[in-house]
């Protein structure tokens, strides 16, 4: 029986920080990014629920990535529980960071490899392992052989590479030390070679069942996702981060100080004015994300009425809420998050309320009005003393989520 999980993806995006995203017409969709969905089907429903857990990515080049999953449970609900949690711990992480600008983190394994004179970023997911011992008898801890990382990566390295963009599935399954499966799929077409070779691999010894899944993506370095039609992600971060950098060393710059130092540091016209427009209201959403936020903004002209647009659909605020979510999981960043958020008209507006008396719940968001193309004359000119990007700092960081983030409100 087939049923449309796309709503239960969409709680994971969610969880992971895209607020943005939203339900459309069957798909979970991010503007700028690659829209996705899932499905469950029902194998077996005897003593426990057995389903099929596919999840699909449409890429831009017209293919649809698709990574299926088994679930299990005593009911429908819990067998997709058990399959979406699979999915969010050996695959999601990596689909985020390669497609969706999430940050790489203790979660994968990233690395570079330099092959035929181009660079290839490769996304390696954590280990799959399942462990079902047979009834009566004592789980065991299952370790995957030492050789099995660098099989992977010798078959990858091997492996002729014709799109800009693989991902690849190894999974091995065993019962009371019987093979069962054995399975390599590159871009879900089943891979021979490297299939027939996995089952030579030193597996360990288990009661019941055992399998384990690894899965893999890799993206020439050249072709990085592209963020919208105004520039790509990487760019707008980075002009994020300049931009941050500017107001927390010169707080009392001026606008267009701030504006004509972005354009030294090689930001085009157009990134730096939004940027400058919108940063502050990313902090200031993820700073009230619990309540109404507006979902459009305004753009001021000569003449009312002014035209509405959706806030999602505005890469730099798509990118930099994501910017602006990171710094807040960090505590070691709350004076330079909050200093942000304050920045914001909205953040002012609430505060004003509150001090007047004014309960949180019952504040009413409205939709922004923003200034575009303020300084469309100015010229580059650097600041000085603008310490070094924050982005630089963002690197090093471990960003791990506390129970209860510092910036929920008690």
Aim: charged share 20%; with cysteine; proline share 7%.
């Amino acid at each position: 029986m087939y049923r449309d999980i796309s709503p239960w993806l969409l709680k994971s995006f969610h969880r992971h920080g895209y607020k943005e995203a939203v339900f459309e017409n069957g798909w979970v969709c991010l503007p700028g990014y690659p829209p996705a969905r899932a499905s469950s089907y029902s194998q077996t429903m005897q003593e426990s629920y057995n389903l099929q857990l596919d999840f699909e990515f449409a890429l831009d080049d017209g293919r649809v990535l698709t990574e299926s999953i088994g679930g299990v449970g005593s009911t429908e609900n819990e067998a997709i529980e058990n399959g979406l949690q699979k999915f969010c711990s050996n695959v999601l992480h990596v689909l985020l960071s390669a497609f969706y600008n999430h940050p790489y983190e203790e979660h994968l394994e990233y690395e570079e490899w330099d092959l035929d004179g181009e660079t290839w970023e490769v996304f390696f997911g954590p280990y799959g392992i399942v462990s079902m011992p047979t009834k009566g008898k004592t789980a065991q801890q299952i370790e995957p052989p030492e050789e099995l990382f660098p099989f992977i990566t010798t078959q990858l390295q091997l492996h002729p590479k014709a799109e800009d963009i693989h991902w690849v599935r190894f999974y091995y399954a065993w019962m009371d030390n019987n093979p069962m499966l054995a399975e390599a799929l590159w871009d879900n077409e089943v891979w021979f070679e490297a299939q027939n070779k996995l089952g030579n691999l030193n597996w360990p010894e288990a009661n019941g069942f055992t399998s384990v899944r690894s899965f893999i993506l890799l993206r020439r370095k050249e072709s990085a996702k592209q963020c919208g039609s105004l520039e790509n992600a990487p760019a707008i971060e980075r002009a994020i981060s300049l931009y941050m950098d500017c107001i927390l060393s010169s707080p009392d710059a001026e606008d267009e100080t701030v504006y004509r130092h972005l354009l030294s540091q090689g930001v085009s016209a157009s990134l730096a004015d939004r940027a400058m427009v919108f940063t502050d209201m990313c902090f200031s959403n993820i700073l009230f994300q619990e309540y109404d936020f507006p979902t459009t903004y305004s753009i001021y002209t000569d003449t009312p009425p002014y035209p509405n647009k959706s806030l999602i659909e505005e890469p730099v605020f798509s990118v930099g809420r994501r910017y602006a979510w990171r710094l807040s999981c960090n505590p070691d960043f709350k004076d330079a998050f909050m200093a942000m958020a304050s920045r914001c008209s909205i953040t002012k507006a609430v505060n004003q309320a509150l001090h007047q008396g004014s309960n949180l719940k019952d504040i009413y968001f409205a939709p922004p009005v923003v200034f575009l193309n303020r300084f469309e004359n100015a010229s580059p000119l650097a600041m000085p003393d603008v310490r070094p990007p924050i982005s630089e700092m963002l690197i090093k960081k471990e960003w791990k989520q506390r129970k209860r983030p510092w910036w929920h409100f008690w």
